[in-house]
T-cell receptor, first 114, second 111 residues
Framework: DTAVSQTPKYLVTQMGNDKSIKCEQN?????MYWYKQDSKKFLKIMFS???????INETVPNRFSPKSPDKAHLNLHINSLELGDSAVYFC?????????????FGPGTRLTVL | GQNIDQPTEMTATEGAIVQINCTYQ??????LFWYQQHAGEAPTFLSY????GLEEKGRFSSFLSRSKGYSYLLLKELQMKDSASYLC????????????FGQGTTLQVKP
């Protein structure tokens, strides 16, 4: 009965590789998010999709490309991985994505780039 | 600009009361969230304030003063399991649901 799930939980890879992280929510929410939490614990929004439409696109290198095949899934593809991409990536969802919505987070994917 | 300020670390004793303060500056304001994050885990929702005043929920309460750009989270009857990071997250203007997270306050509860 997991609400927001992510795979994989851990990802260790070499610089220059391309990798994907998958996220699924079974809450029936319309909006999904990707956040990056760095070593200093700052949690920063990267992208948000509402019903498969991109609504937030922060200043993120274009090596990062989100894809939402349907409103229950939001995947994150990263090309040409760099050392600075090492972080924990959290997926989240909220009912409508409006100003008063509560966001529910997935367990996170710890990405380590060597 | 947008800025959030919280103490980095706090220590308290089991059974005590602790108050975690947060000051913020945002472009517009659409409420403020508090999240709890245990080490290695996902942030989980604790509280939401959009109007001035105190919101109480069991052992946890959250206060907001919009005119002062100030909020606090009050934890009563501290338990060891309350050792975690507490993230203050105001929401700016617009209807995108975008949250701006502070660095968080790491609370250590000692016996």
């Amino acid at each position: 009965d997991t609400a927001v799930s992510q795979t994989p939980k851990y990802l260790v890879t070499q610089m220059g590789n391309d990798k994907s992280i998958k996220c699924e929510q079974n809450l029936g929410h319309d909006t999904m998010y990707w956040y990056k939490q760095d070593s200093k614990k700052f949690l920063k929004i990267m992208f948000s999709y509402n019903n498969k439409e991109l609504i937030i696109n922060e200043t993120v290198p274009n090596r990062f490309s989100p894809k939402s095949p349907d409103k229950a899934h939001l995947n994150l593809h990263i090309n040409s991985l760099e050392l600075g991409d090492s972080a924990v990536y959290f997926c989240a969802s909220s009912p409508e994505g409006g100003a008063y919505d509560t966001q529910y987070f997935g367990p996170g994917t710890r990405l380590t780039v060597l | 600009g947008q800025n959030i300020d919280q103490p980095t670390e706090m220590t308290a004793t089991e059974g005590a009361i602790v108050q975690i303060n947060c000051t913020y500056q945002t472009s517009g304001f659409n409420g403020l969230f508090w999240y709890q994050q245990h080490a290695g885990e996902a942030p989980t929702f604790l509280s939401y304030n959009v109007l001035d005043g105190l919101e109480e929920k069991g052992r946890f309460s959250s206060f907001l003063s919009r005119s002062k750009g100030y909020s606090y989270l009050l934890l009563k009857e501290l338990q060891m399991k309350d050792s975690a990071s507490y993230l203050c997250a105001p929401r700016g203007s617009g209807n995108t649901g975008k949250l701006i997270f502070g660095q968080g306050t790491t609370l250590q509860v000692k016996p």
